[in-house]
């Protein structure tokens, strides 16, 4: 146990709880009978992993305590944007009246002491929920903190910002094993990279959001990372590689297929919005396959989301012009239809074969 993390843990818990309530259904369906004695052997087992888990993690082992652990983690995370907020906020509204000198120590001290806060969280707190809120606090001092140091002392802005807020982030991400500053090192990160190709080709820098191909290559790399780099502490943070990689690379298809001007392609405009709904119809296709063979549902449903969009966006085209628009919504309703019973089938043979 002392090597499980504490995801693990919850994981094991659960599982605990699902093969309590599985044996209790089948002995009512009369598959199988306990005797007392095993009866008594079995809850007292799993009572006891639990109680331990409990104790060593401070995990949920009922289902009321899961419920209240979602609460507290959109609070924690809606009250830490909060207080970033009001902290730029704060800043803005008094920070003429201080001196150069002092406006210089306040940006220097404020991560540091956010960081600080951070650190008591988590030695007080094994569920984090504190400290994932104070790490967003320190994220957003971080950031504060170059800039206003940048525009104090005149200095030229950089995309180098976007790779020091990252390395910060994951910094804090791994050390505390915390997803949203993950979140936000992996975004700064895909940021810093596009950024810098944009520079290297001889553009302004912060011209970096104007081609989208950076983030789609960029995010195919995020999501392909888990892959390579195994996260044996940090069991969750694959899900967030891969989420953020698939939202990169799924955006930026959307941006590529809608405009095409965008690409660095050498074609003309409508030719390259055609490869790209060619380009996001397919590859949206191949990560459902891939996230029902792997059970990575959350790649599953993001990936059907968007394969509806691109599909739509094609069909819209095709025929909006020439068709009468009740007829093309009847279309689009079949096309619906369709693809459910197409996604039921894959389930089923995916289900058959073994991974």
Not at 93 to 119: D, H, K, N, R
Not at 200 to 228: C, D, K, Q, S, T
Not at 247 to 268: C, E, I, Q, R, V
Not at 314 to 325: A, G, I, K, Q, S
Request: hydrophobic share 50%; with cysteine.
């Amino acid at each position: 146990m002392s090597e499980l993390s504490r995801h693990q843990a919850q994981q094991e818990a659960d599982r605990l709880n699902a093969f309590r309530l599985q044996c209790e259904q089948l002995e009512r369906e009369g598959v199988f009978a306990l005797s007392p004695e095993q009866k008594q052997t079995l809850h007292s087992y799993i009572d006891g992993k639990l109680e331990a888990y409990r104790r060593r993690f401070d995990i949920d082992t009922t289902a009321g305590a899961k419920q209240l652990s979602w609460g507290l983690r959109i609070a924690s995370t809606l009250g830490g944007f909060s207080l970033c907020v009001a902290l730029v906020l704060l800043f803005q509204y008094y920070w003429g009246s201080f001196s150069t000198a002092a406006q210089v120590g306040i940006v220097t001290l404020a991560p540091l002491a956010a960081l600080a806060a951070t650190e008591y969280a988590a030695q007080k707190e094994r569920t984090l929920y504190f400290a994932a809120l104070l790490s967003m606090v320190a994220i957003a001092c971080f950031v504060t903190n170059l800039v206003v140091l940048g525009e104090t002392f005149n200095f030229t802005s950089t995309h180098g910002a976007f790779l020091a807020w990252s390395v910060f982030s994951f910094a804090l991400a791994y050390h505390y094993g915390l997803r949203i500053p993950l979140v936000a090192g992996i975004v700064a990160m895909l940021s810093w990279l596009s950024a810098q190709v944009t520079a290297m080709r001889g553009y302004h820098w912060m011209a970096f959001g104007e081609r989208p191909e950076h983030f789609l290559v960029g995010g195919l790399a995020i999501f392909a990372l888990p892959l390579f780099v195994f996260h044996k502490r940090h069991t969750d943070f694959p899900v967030v590689y891969r989420f953020i990689g698939m939202a990169s690379f799924y955006l930026a298809t959307l941006a590529l297929l809608t405009s095409g001007h965008w690409s660095y392609l050498p074609w003309d405009e409508r030719t390259i919005e055609r490869c790209y709904e060619i380009l996001g119809l397919t590859s949206a296709a191949l990560a459902v396959w891939l996230g029902i063979r792997r059970s990575w549902m959350g790649v599953v449903y993001t990936s059907a989301t968007f394969f509806t969009l691109f599909l739509y966006i094609r069909l819209f085209r095709w025929w909006w012009d020439w068709l009468p628009h009740y007829a093309m919504f009847f279309v689009v309703g079949a096309v619906a239809i369709a693809i459910m019973y197409l996604l039921k089938r894959l389930r089923a043979v995916t289900v058959e074969v073994p991974a």
